[in-house]
């Protein structure tokens, strides 16, 4: 069994490369509207099973404290409600959370990105806001959206010519929501044939 280290150490790549998209995603997408699936961030179990499970964070690390899941689950809250409805009050929301998290500015030779300045979980957090603005300098946030599927909601990056998806995935939840559709048209059909 490996030694207890008291500050859990995440692990995040700089720039907007294929484990920034991931490990955004995943963050916004912890919480899955449908009964049976857990709120990875409703609980210090949880969080530390996500972190591990999605590896966010070596196997095994601890230190998470009620606080850092309090920070994550409302920032992943306010994420999504600024993909939903890009309001002053939303931004705002997000920006107090932003404001407790030191960020830096991270030179390459060619660009630059928003980096942490803290580790553990207010690394973490900070990260994922540096991801949010990267994606919004880059135009990338204005083609997130949520999955119409009431039981799913999960944002997804919408990739279409004129941003008209509507799911996250067209073979489960898009095919559920039309044939939930389908049903409910054929039910009416029959209860105006009586």
Same mark, same amino acid.
């Given at each position: ?22 490990? *955004? *995603?995943? $963050? ?12 990875? $961030?409703?609980?210090?179990?949880? $969080? ?51 404001? %407790? ?5 991270? *030179? ?44 799913? %909601?999960?944002? $997804?990056?919408? %990739? ?25 048209? %054929? ?8």
């Amino acid at each position: 069994m490996s030694p207890v280290n008291s500050e859990l150490v995440v692990m995040y790549t700089a720039g907007m490369d294929r484990d920034d998209r991931r490990l *955004f *995603f995943k $963050f916004l997408n912890s919480h899955h509207h449908d009964a049976g699936v857990p709120d990875w $961030f409703a609980s210090r179990e949880l $969080f530390e099973r996500w972190l591990t499970a999605e590896r966010v964070a070596e196997s095994g690390l601890i230190g998470v404290s009620s606080a850092d899941v309090e920070l994550a689950r409302t920032t992943r809250d306010a994420l999504n409600a600024l993909i939903d409805e890009d309001s002053p009050r939303n931004a705002a929301h997000l920006d107090t959370i932003a404001s %407790q998290l030191p960020l830096h500015v991270r *030179f390459e030779a060619d660009r630059s990105h928003l980096e942490p300045a803290a580790t553990g979980i207010r690394g973490l957090t900070g990260r994922v806001l540096g991801i949010a603005h990267d994606a919004m300098r880059g135009g990338t946030w204005s083609r997130l959206s949520h999955c119409h599927n009431d039981e799913c %909601q999960w944002a $997804f990056l919408d %990739q279409s010519k004129n941003h008209s998806r509507r799911w996250c995935d067209m073979k489960s939840c898009g095919t559920k929501a039309k044939s939930r559709a389908y049903r409910a048209r %054929q039910r009416e059909l029959r209860e105006r044939a009586r």
